[in-house]
Structures are given as C-alpha cells and as structure tokens.
C-alpha cells in the first residue's frame, strides 16, 4: 500500500508501534509534542539530513541500508566528541506515491542502527515532499570530551581503517553496474552503502585521553583535517605513502590516492596524538586499524609530502563540501 493511501495518523502509528518500548530514562517517548527524558547534565547534541538525489539515489540505497545511514552518519558525529549516544528524532519528509513495504525497510534499518548503539527513537515528524528528506538528530553524553581545538605542534596524526573506499563504491553507483559489480570490490559499495560509527574507538581514545583533537571523516580527509588545522591554529603534514588503502580500492581506482584523500564519506576517525601518549595508541594500533600518517606542525598550512619523501606541496582541500559547484 502507498503512503498516500494510509494517511499521517497510520503512517505515524506503524513507525510507533515498531519503536514502542522504552529505554531506561526515557519518561515519554513517541506520541507527545515533545519527548521528555532524563540524561547527563551535559548532552551532545547532532543532527544531518539526507536529501535525495543530493546524497542518495533511491534506485541505489535499498531502504534497510538508508536507514542505517541516516541513523549512523549521526552517531559517527558522537564517536568523534568521544561520547556514547542516548536518543534520536527523526524527520522525515515521503512522496505519497512511496510503499509502505519501503518505509518498514526503511525503519528496520534505523532499528537495527539503533539497537547496536544502544539509542532510543523517542520522536520525530512527518511531512509529504516530492523528494525524500531525512533528518535525524542524536543526543549523546561524553564524560571525558575530545574536540578539533586540541593539536598542538608536534603531535602524530592518525586514521583508522582504510581510506576511500566509500568514494570508489559511490563512483560503482554511479557508473550502474552495482549488479554486476565483481567480489574484489564489492567491499567499496558495502563502504558506501552501510557505513558503521566507530563508536567504541572514539569512547576509548577520549576515556584515556590519548587524543589530543579528533573528528570524523565525513567530507575527505583533506577538508577534514583542515577543520582540525583551523580549529586548533596549527598547520600540518601528511605523508602519501602513509595514507591507508585497501586492496578493493587499490583494485579498482585509477587513482586511489586522489580518492583517499578527497573521497568523504568514510565515517573513520581522524585524531591527533601527543608524542608521549604514542606507544598507548600505537598498542591499539592492530585491533582498531590505526595508521599514523603525519604530524602538526607550526604555521596554518596542511602539506601533502609525496612518496618517497622528497617534495611536498600545499594539500588542498577538495573534499565534499555543499553549495560548492
């Protein structure tokens, strides 16, 4: 059955009745002007839309997947403060022409989000649009708290995992072949697709203060790391031969490198280290997939040093940015 055939009330009442129960300081969830809730004192507080044709095609991101997403681009904001997510509302903006199978796809995915995370759904709203309009907004807490204002001259620079990836499975996407796409890299559309917050690895780097500044890359890591620069006054530099790729990127693209730095949308942290926190992190190095690929350094510019470390150049940021063309 459409949307447009069920109306507001039973649309409403359906993603209800699948996010009904209530979590331990939730006091009133879904169904008042306004949910109530009993939290830190300090709350983090972040919200992204997802518009489509902007920043999915509906031919390409199955429903389950897009609510992962929505949810989980949100909690990777959380992870980069250090925090742990509590609750979230979502907006939502439907042709009346959608399915209804593709709205319960669609809430089973921000479900199975949330219930990983361990967040509540306690509101949101609904309205009719041409297109299809997300918005959706988490709360969080953060007992020992990480922002982009902390690199200082002389601190490491790092990642985790591989870089890129999600930039090669959206150009897969693009080019129409998802069907066909081979086994050595289907990983880039799965990157694409169904990113995860590294939720735990934010957690732990802020509980033992080992990061010094950190955000997620969400716009590439040369838009990215030039947030932390400017943030924090400082310059930096980054080695090419350092910057982690996978083997299904390395596959795949032309340039990888190109796609590594400037691709977005990867949702790993990138975070800075004092020297003398180092060999804490580069412990946790094999199970979080750590790379150091840099150091700050005075002044405000971000430099790429080339393989083999003979030149290195002004690293421009041409990452994702909106109302860029």
């Known amino acids: 059955m459409r949307l447009k055939h069920l109306g507001e009330r039973r649309v409403v009442s359906r993603i209800r009745r699948a996010f009904g129960a209530k979590r331990a300081g939730v006091l009133i969830g879904i169904g008042d002007d306004a949910a109530l809730v009993r939290g830190p004192a300090r709350l983090l507080l972040t919200t992204d839309i997802l518009v ?3 920043d999915f095609r509906r031919d390409d991101h199955p429903p389950r ?9 949100n909690l990777s904001d959380i992870a980069a403060m250090g925090g742990r997510p509590l609750h979230a509302l979502v907006g939502l903006a439907l042709p009346g022409d959608i399915e209804e199978t593709w709205l319960r796809r669609f809430m089973a995915g921000l479900g199975s989000a ?12 609904l309205s009719q649009a041409d297109k299809i309009m997300i918005a959706v907004t988490v709360t969080g807490e953060a007992k020992a708290l990480v922002k982009r204002t902390g690199a200082r001259p002389g601190d490491a620079v790092y990642v985790s995992g591989t870089l890129g990836d999600a930039a090669g499975g959206l150009r897969l996407l693009e080019k129409g072949a998802i069907k066909g796409v081979a086994k050595p890299v289907r990983p880039l559309v799965a990157a694409f697709l169904d ?14 203060n080992l990061a010094s500044a950190m955000i997620d890359l969400s716009d590439g890591l040369s838009v990215d790391l030039a947030h932390i620069c400017e943030e924090s006054r400082v310059g930096a530099e980054v080695e090419a031969a ?3 790729i996978s083997a299904a990127l390395a596959h795949f693209a032309r ?11 990867d949702y790993e942290l ?9 060999a804490a992190v580069e412990a946790l190095a094999p199970e979080y997939r750590l790379t150091r690929i840099g150091r700050i350094r005075p002044g405000r510019t971000v430099y790429l040093i080339a393989a083999g470390g ?7 940021a041409r990452g994702f940015e909106h109302f860029m063309t």
């Open 195 to 208: 990113p995860a917050p590294r939720l735990k690895l934010g957690a732990l780097l802020a509980g033992r």
């Open 255 to 265: 340039n990888p490198l190109e796609m590594a730095l400037n691709g977005g949308e």
């Open 114 to 125: 949330a219930r990983e995370a361990g967040v509540s759904l306690v509101g949101g709203d």
């Open 310 to 316: 003979e030149k290195k150049k002004p690293l421009q």
């Open 52 to 54: 489509e044709d902007e």
């Open 270 to 278: 990138l975070f800075t280290v004092r020297p003398s926190k180092a």
């Open 242 to 244: 350092r910057i982690p």
């Open 65 to 73: 997947l897009l609510g992962r997403k929505a949810l989980n681009v």
